[in-house]
């Protein structure tokens, strides 16, 4: 007598479903705070160390970031040189591009006249608690000479190193350490003029630019895997924010803080939800479509570091086509710094003057308003601004040392800043599509935060037609291409 199976014999295994992305770094952020106020109410160790737990949040954040830092050049290069090459399917190509830097600086002036009103209004440089000792220069400055000197590649890869003597107690050398950098602005050149170069060549530079993608395919394989570790990576970074810096330091930058955060939400909040509902679409979509880059940028304070997401989020959520987002995306995530270039330099340059004393005229807003829509390729993508601060700083003449009284607080300021940024980088590219009848209007209005993890078909068809023909009767800008 043969014995009939269970069902739960038969029965299929399920699989454990883990929480959304979104909602992993949600829970992530939030034991982010409870661990770094833990690691508070420890307190240092006797000998006035950090104690065990902020070493280790300490370890996780800066091991996330370290990672992400690690494939940043050759993902920049990769990403620049293909996104070059997409053009090639890209009727008025030049028009696009030049559409999109047009948009890149109207919202950079409005986000700069918004920082501007904030300093004058909450005046946080007269209403700090900050000591004046506190007051140091930087140890990275920025200078409009060492910007266009920065232009000029040393080396191909636009890498450098840089070596410190190790001295023990008695001052005798024990030892060297040498540490190796990049300049993005400089590996952006050197990928444009390859990029150029190889549609030059034609069809000799196929077999590269062919090489190119498979290598951009790997790099964000690879990148991908770093980006599922951003919930682990937040519990560290924000942990250690909080344990590093406590609260006493943004006490007494309070009114500083709020006038950065206050007008960091009038661009997200305000300005940008005006532009899309000037062109027609929904202000809601558009965060729903967004918020896994904007997210994550909020997080790992790096538009380089998002450059994937947002890509992604801008094509396949918001529904931009491919060739023109993976032509946008790049370009602003070096360039396009709302919350980096312009409202944070504008009112920090105000809060230094007001520290310091300095009357600022008409002249000096309008200083502050060129140098965040010429200078934000100065930041190039990186956690900080330092850079870009110092360069509107010694454009205004103000003194170095304010930078000095800033930095307690500026890793917590800096989520807050890229998370902006982010969002400028996917607006500008679903705007420009809108405007040029590109937009896949049907996909922006089903706008959600898809698994971000699920690969996309490559071989689909991007946009057959772009729709039919623009208002004013001419033909679309994107023609059927294969990406």
Same mark, same amino acid.
């Given at each position: 007598?043969?014995?009939?199976?269970?069902?739960?014999?038969?029965?299929?295994?399920?699989?454990?479903?883990?929480?959304?992305?979104?909602?992993?770094?949600?829970?992530?952020?939030?034991?982010?705070?409870?661990?770094?106020?833990?690691?508070?109410?420890?307190?240092?160790?006797?000998?006035?160390?950090?104690?065990?737990?902020?070493?280790?949040?300490?370890?996780?954040?800066?091991?996330?970031?370290?990672?992400?830092?690690?494939?940043?050049?050759?993902?920049?290069?990769?990403?620049?040189?293909?996104?070059?090459?997409?053009?090639?399917?890209?009727?008025?190509?030049?028009?696009?591009?030049?559409?999109?830097?047009?948009?890149?600086?109207?919202?950079?002036?409005?986000?700069?006249?918004?920082?501007?009103?904030?300093?004058?209004?909450?005046?946080?440089?007269?209403?700090? !608690?900050?000591? %004046? &000792?506190? #007051?140091?220069?930087?140890?990275?400055?920025?200078?409009? =000479?060492?910007?266009?000197? @920065? /232009?000029?590649?040393?080396?191909?890869?636009?890498?450098?190193?840089?070596?410190?003597?190790?001295?023990?107690?008695?001052?005798?050398?024990?030892?060297?350490?040498?540490?190796?950098?990049?300049?993005?602005?400089?590996?952006?050149?050197?990928?444009?003029?390859?990029?150029?170069?190889?549609?030059?060549?034609?069809?000799?530079?196929?077999?590269?630019?062919?090489?190119?993608?498979?290598?951009?395919?790997?790099?964000?394989?690879?990148?991908?895997?770093?980006?599922?570790?951003?919930?682990?990576?937040?519990?560290?970074?924000?942990?250690?924010?909080?344990?590093?810096?406590?609260?006493?330091?943004?006490?007494?930058?309070?009114?500083?803080?709020? !006038?950065?955060? %206050? &007008?960091? #939400?009038?661009?997200?909040?305000?300005?940008?939800?005006? =532009?899309?509902?000037?062109? @027609? /679409?929904?202000?809601?979509?558009?965060?729903?479509?967004?918020?896994?880059?904007?997210?994550?940028?909020?997080?790992?304070?790096?538009?380089?570091?998002?450059?994937?997401?947002?890509?992604?989020?801008?094509?396949?959520?918001?529904?931009?086509?491919?060739?023109?987002?993976?032509?946008?995306?790049?370009?602003?995530?070096?360039?396009?710094?709302?919350?980096?270039?312009?409202?944070?330099?504008?009112?920090?340059?105000?809060?230094?003057?007001?520290?310091?004393?300095?009357?600022?005229?008409?002249?000096?807003?309008?200083?502050?308003?060129?140098?965040?829509?010429?200078?934000?390729?100065?930041?190039?993508?990186?956690?900080?601004?330092?850079?870009?601060?110092?360069?509107?700083?010694?454009?205004?003449?103000?003194?170095?040392?304010?930078?000095? =009284?800033?930095?307690?607080?500026?890793?917590?300021?800096?989520?807050?800043?890229?998370?902006?940024?982010?969002?400028?980088?996917?607006?500008?590219?679903?705007?420009?599509?809108?405007?040029?009848?590109?937009?896949?209007?049907?996909?922006?209005?089903?706008?959600?935060?898809?698994?971000?993890?699920?690969?996309?078909?490559?071989?689909?068809?991007?946009?057959?037609?772009?729709?039919?023909?623009?208002?004013?009767?001419?033909?679309?800008?994107?023609?059927?291409?294969?990406?």
């Amino acid at each position: 007598m043969s014995s009939t199976p269970s069902p739960t014999a038969t029965a299929p295994r399920r699989r454990l479903r883990l929480p959304s992305f979104s909602t992993q770094i949600l829970l992530g952020l939030a034991l982010g705070v409870l661990a770094g106020w833990a690691a508070l109410e420890i307190g240092q160790t006797p000998a006035g160390e950090d104690n065990w737990l902020t070493v280790t949040l300490s370890t996780i954040g800066g091991s996330f970031v370290n990672l992400l830092k690690a494939v940043v050049p050759p993902l920049v290069f990769t990403a620049i040189v293909a996104s070059i090459a997409n053009l090639r399917g890209v009727a008025n190509g030049a028009r696009l591009a030049g559409q999109t830097l047009l948009w890149f600086a109207i919202t950079a002036l409005v986000s700069v006249a918004i920082g501007i009103g904030l300093g004058l209004l909450l005046q946080p440089g007269s209403n700090t !608690a900050v000591d %004046a &000792g506190d #007051a140091a220069a930087p140890g990275r400055t920025g200078t409009w =000479l060492d910007f266009l000197q @920065g /232009l000029i590649p040393a080396n191909f890869l636009g890498l450098g190193a840089s070596s410190t003597l190790d001295t023990g107690d008695d001052g005798a050398i024990v030892g060297v350490t040498t540490g190796v950098s990049f300049n993005v602005l400089q590996i952006i050149v050197i990928a444009l003029a390859v990029g150029i170069a190889a549609l030059r060549s034609g069809k000799k530079a196929e077999p590269f630019l062919a090489f190119n993608k498979s290598l951009l395919n790997v790099i964000q394989t690879v990148l991908w895997w770093i980006i599922r570790l951003a919930p682990l990576g937040t519990l560290g970074l924000v942990g250690r924010a909080i344990a590093t810096y406590g609260w006493s330091s943004l006490t007494n930058l309070g009114t500083f803080a709020l !006038a950065i955060y %206050a &007008g960091l #939400a009038l661009v997200m909040f305000v300005l940008y939800p005006v =532009l899309l509902k000037t062109h @027609g /679409l929904s202000v809601g979509r558009y965060f729903r479509g967004a918020w896994p880059a904007i997210q994550l940028a909020f997080v790992s304070r790096s538009s380089i570091g998002t450059l994937p997401v947002t890509e992604r989020v801008t094509h396949r959520n918001l529904g931009v086509p491919r060739a023109y987002a993976s032509f946008a995306v790049p370009l602003g995530a070096t360039t396009k710094m709302d919350g980096c270039a312009a409202i944070y330099p504008a009112v920090a340059a105000i809060f230094v003057a007001q520290f310091f004393g300095v009357d600022l005229g008409v002249t000096d807003y309008l200083l502050i308003a060129f140098v965040s829509v010429v200078g934000s390729a100065a930041t190039a993508g990186l956690t900080g601004a330092t850079v870009m601060l110092t360069l509107t700083l010694s454009t205004l003449g103000l003194p170095l040392e304010g930078v000095g =009284l800033l930095l307690a607080i500026d890793p917590i300021l800096d989520m807050g800043r890229t998370a902006t940024n982010v969002a400028g980088q996917v607006l500008v590219p679903v705007i420009v599509a809108k405007r040029e009848n590109i937009l896949d209007l049907d996909q922006y209005a089903s706008a959600d935060a898809e698994d971000l993890f699920e690969d996309d078909d490559e071989d689909e068809t991007e946009l057959e037609t772009a729709g039919t023909r623009a208002d004013d009767g001419a033909a679309p800008a994107l023609v059927a291409s294969r990406v």
